[in-house]
């Protein structure tokens, strides 16, 4: 009698879509998901912009709806605002606390988030 080979089970899993992966933005320090590119925020027609703070260091920011692993530090406050009408508060990495950019509430709720500051995952497949 021949001896019965196991065969390999069909793999079920399913694995995230492309478009899930790679539209994720991580903190560029420790890699943790903050946010997503289908919940870029428009205001003005534009989703990025670059201010000046006070003492002169300019960001450049890209704008979400929606953040994740993101802690909202500090409380809000309309001093120096460059959205009129919108007070500011900290975003902090959740993973690491590093600062990753401001939420605006008024009119409308978005978070800025600093685009050096924040790196695009990638989705490879084997």
């Known amino acids: 009698m021949a001896p019965v080979l196991a065969q390999p089970k069909p793999d079920t899993r399913t694995a995230p879509g492309v478009d899930e992966a790679e539209g994720d933005w991580?903190?560029?320090w420790c890699h943790n998901r903050v946010a997503n590119e289908r919940d870029?925020?428009?205001l003005d027609g534009k989703d990025e912009f670059t201010f000046s703070?006070?003492?002169g260091l300019r960001f450049d920011i890209i704008t979400f709806s929606e953040t994740h692993g993101c802690g909202r530090t500090g409380v809000p406050t309309l001093e120096h605002t460059w959205f009129p009408g919108?007070?500011?508060s900290y975003c902090q990495c959740a993973g690491c606390a590093q600062h990753l950019g401001w939420y605006f509430a008024g009119q409308h709720e978005f978070a800025g988030l600093i685009k050096d500051r924040i790196v695009?995952?990638?989705h490879l497949r084997n």
Request: with cysteine; aromatic share 14%; charged share 20%.
């Open 53 to 55: 703070n006070p003492e």
């Open 26 to 28: 991580l903190c560029a």
């Open 86 to 88: 919108h007070a500011w």
């Open 40 to 42: 870029r925020f428009c």
């Open 120 to 122: 695009r995952a990638l």
